[in-house]
């Protein structure tokens, strides 16, 4: 059984940080890219930021230059640090990775339960 776990939401004001980490764990064979997702109630699940296992990285236009991700492969963690918060970045984030388990021997994508940043104005 392979779970993602994430943590480090909450309330902050804009221009704020919060840094989200992710906990890959269970009986996994490996890991190539993990990712943040964030889904607000007014639009549907969008890419936040990735980054593959060599850790070349990916991110949203609207938050470059204000998010960094960054992984440690020997812990099979995810994070992301989230800096100049704005009131738009509200959402509930999800953790994202694609493993392969030792139950299956096959790559499928896994998902966390989300956690919910608040930014306020």
Do not use: H
């Amino acid at each position: 059984q392979v779970q993602l776990v994430e943590s480090g939401g909450g309330l902050v004001q804009a221009g704020g940080s919060l840094r989200l980490s992710c906990a890959a764990s269970g009986s996994i064979a490996s890991i190539s890219t993990m990712g943040w997702y964030r889904q607000s109630p007014t639009k549907q699940r969008e890419l936040v930021a990735d980054i593959t296992r060599g850790g070349n990285t990916n991110y949203a236009s609207s938050v470059k230059g204000r998010f960094t991700i960054s992984r440690d492969n020997a812990k099979n963690l995810v994070y992301l640090q989230m800096n100049s918060l704005k009131p738009e970045d509200t959402a509930v984030y999800y953790c994202n990775a694609n493993i392969v388990s030792r139950a299956v021997w096959k790559e499928l994508t896994y998902w966390g339960q989300g956690t919910q940043v608040t930014v306020s104005s």
